[in-house]
């Protein structure tokens, strides 16, 4: 009986053993990571859906892209045009497995002077996210409105979010464009901050869709080698996002546990920061959908081509 009851254990446990991996995942500091919290702490526990995991959390894109480009990270949460772009520049390399963040970019101001688009010209914006989803969406904007950039208006780009939010409570009249949770950071330290323009509200006025910020990659040689813990990593990602939505208080504290954000910014910042789990038909569509506005736009903002149907992983 004994045996019995043994050889039925080991049966169970096979397809675990079969289907676990070691995963490195990196995350940019912001809503993309605020959505991994759960996962990264059950991770610490041991293996999860049988997989055994590694965080990276960084401050800017430029630390996950050659991360991926060289293997060195397997998953890489990266805003949704540069997954696109990566993809093209690599011939395929990776992949797309969800959407996870939606629309969480705003205008903010240390003033009173913003109630328009066109209220922009003259200033300058500090910004970060050169090259990625902040840009085009900054741009779109405003060429609808008329305004030329380096003309009307003016962008200083800076490397990280933070640095944005350093600068607008350091000068008076200063205008940034942040996103969640860095703009709820700034309102909390400068009384003065205020937001001026909901920039995801101004995309979909123009456009009648979904303002996508961020998605979540694969390499592509990894997918085909781990392909079962690629999909276990998602059902655990979904219960991750699932956890941070439903239970402010308790995934803000992990927010602020990880350094990500501080705690107290987390818990009023969360509700705001659109951090979503969106796959299959429906991330392909979305998605699809977002990048030809971006190629109408700008060609190179997607790495100069539409990606093919095998960057979508369904």
């Known amino acids: 009986m004994l045996k019995r009851i043994s050889l039925i254990l080991l049966i169970a446990l096979i397809p675990l053993y079969l289907f676990s991996a070691e995963i490195s995942v990196t995350a940019l500091r912001g ?34 892209t050659p991360a991926l480009v060289r293997g060195t990270t397997d998953i890489g949460a990266v805003p ?31 003033g009173d002077s913003v109630h ?9 914006i500090y910004s970060s996210g050169n090259g990625a989803t902040p840009e085009y969406a900054l741009r779109f904007v405003l060429q609808s409105a008329g305004l030329e950039i380096g003309k009307d208006v003016f962008i200083e780009w800076r490397s ?56 979540v990659v694969a390499r592509t040689d ?15 990602y979904s219960d991750s996002v699932e956890f941070i939505n439903n239970n402010i208080d308790e995934g803000a504290a992990l927010v602020g546990e990880y350094g990500i954000i501080g705690e107290k910014v987390a818990k009023k910042a969360i509700p705001g920061c659109n951090i979503t789990f969106i796959t299959g038909e429906e991330m392909k569509e979305a998605l699809s959908n977002y990048l030809s506005v971006l190629y109408s736009m700008n060609p190179k903002s997607v790495g100069s081509a539409l990606p093919n149907e095998d960057y979508y992983f369904i």
């Open 31 to 64: 809503p993309t990571a605020m959505g991994m919290v759960k996962l990264m702490k059950d991770s610490e526990s041991g293996s999860v859906n049988g997989n055994d995991y590694t965080f990276t959390i960084e401050g800017a894109i430029d630390a996950v």
């Open 80 to 110: 949704a045009n540069v997954s696109s772009v990566i993809y093209n520049n690599t011939d395929g390399k990776v992949r797309v497995l969800a959407i996870n963040t939606l629309g969480v970019l705003y205008i903010a101001e240390k």
């Open 116 to 124: 328009s688009v066109e209220d922009l010209r003259g200033k300058t």
């Open 160 to 215: 990280e979010h933070a640095e944005c939010v350093a600068a607008l409570e350091a000068n008076e009249g200063a205008v940034a464009m942040l996103p969640q949770p860095f703009l709820t950071s700034a309102l909390l330290n400068d009384p003065e901050i205020r937001v001026a323009l909901d920039l995801n509200d101004l995309w979909m006025d123009k456009m009648g869709t979904e303002l996508i910020t961020g998605v």
């Open 222 to 236: 990894f997918i085909e080698e781990n392909e079962e813990a690629v999909r276990a990593f998602l059902e655990s």
